[in-house]
């Protein structure tokens, strides 16, 4: 989970992501930030993330995104 919240941080250092539940549905993260995101975890902890993954839910919190990571790694 660190290294997600680093990643995040580097994308925006003012929003504290172990509380927001709402990235995707606030616009704090849009689009370019989750391409950036995707690649950057791709490169991180070596999953591919489907497009079908690719929804809001999925995005919303770092909670949301790092069940996703955990998921597709058990995969």
Do not use: G, Q
Request: proline share 4%; charged share 30%; net charge negative.
């Amino acid at each position: 989970m660190d290294e997600l919240l680093e990643i995040l941080n580097e994308l925006h250092p003012e929003v504290d992501y172990e509380t927001c539940d709402t990235l995707v549905d606030d616009k704090i993260l849009d689009s370019f930030d989750i391409v950036s995101l995707i690649t950057e975890i791709s490169d991180t902890f070596d999953v591919k993330i489907p497009a079908s993954e690719i929804i809001p839910e999925n995005f919303n919190s770092a909670e949301a995104l790092y069940a996703l990571i955990e998921r597709l790694m058990d995969e």
